[in-house]
């Protein structure tokens, strides 16, 4: 099945994000602009823009277009903020926040899908992403601190290391549960040195690998 992307993505934001009540127009601009057909695998083409995650090798999986707007809504992201996002997977949710005029930084553990996002994104010339292969629950202290932190796999605990990297005022979105694929999404913020946490509902995401993680 051949689709036309603009009009699939634009139809996509319009009956699948902004209905569950997504207004920040920063998200629904990028989300307009990512292409998402490229970010998954050529026999799911025609599905990408279609109300569901998808696998994209690896036992990992492309989130709900809605998932990723209402995450990226959460961070609340401005110009030059510095994002780290932990779990790169398909690329397309570090896309989405470069199109959101972040400075990403993404660690992913899988050496096969980091290396086919690193091309795909040079491709993209998303030049405001940088990549790393390794374990996501210690972060990547080197570039620290970081205005947000996006986490997009699941765990036990909200790991320390990611606390720790996170700068004052910042806010980190991250899915949390007792139970693998089971979790809560919760909002950190940090003030004064403090932390708060907000549960957004319930979510399902694969797992959070690593020291600090499953």
């Not at 634009?10 to 307009?32: F, N, P, S, Y």
């Not at 510095?82 to 199109?99: D, F």
């Amino acid at each position: 099945m051949r689709i036309d992307p603009k009009r699939s993505r634009l139809k996509m934001v319009e009956e699948q994000i902004m209905v569950r009540g997504v207004t920040d127009k920063t998200v629904l601009d990028a989300m307009r602009k990512v292409p998402r057909h490229l970010f998954v695998q050529d026999a799911l083409a025609s599905r990408a823009y279609s109300d569901s995650a998808l696998p994209i090798g690896e036992g990992q999986t492309i989130s709900q277009p809605y998932i990723v707007a209402f995450m990226s809504e959460l961070l609340q992201i401005e110009p030059g903020h510095k994002v780290l996002e932990i779990g790169t997977g398909s690329g397309y949710q570090a896309a989405v926040l470069a199109e959101m005029g972040a400075d990403v930084f993404s660690v992913e553990r899988i050496r096969k899908l980091f290396l086919a996002v690193r091309k795909l994104l040079f491709d993209l010339r998303y030049f405001n992403i940088q990549l790393k292969l390794d374990d996501g629950t210690m972060g990547w202290p080197e570039h620290a601190p970081y205005d947000r932190i996006i986490v997009t796999a699941g765990g036990p605990e909200i790991p320390q290391y990611l606390i720790d990297q996170l700068a004052e005022g910042g806010r980190m979105v991250i899915p949390v549960g007792d139970q693998k694929r089971v979790q809560r999404l919760m909002l950190v913020t940090k003030n004064a040195g403090s932390i708060e946490t907000t549960d957004m509902g319930g979510c399902a995401f694969v797992d959070l690998v690593g020291k600090q993680g499953w």
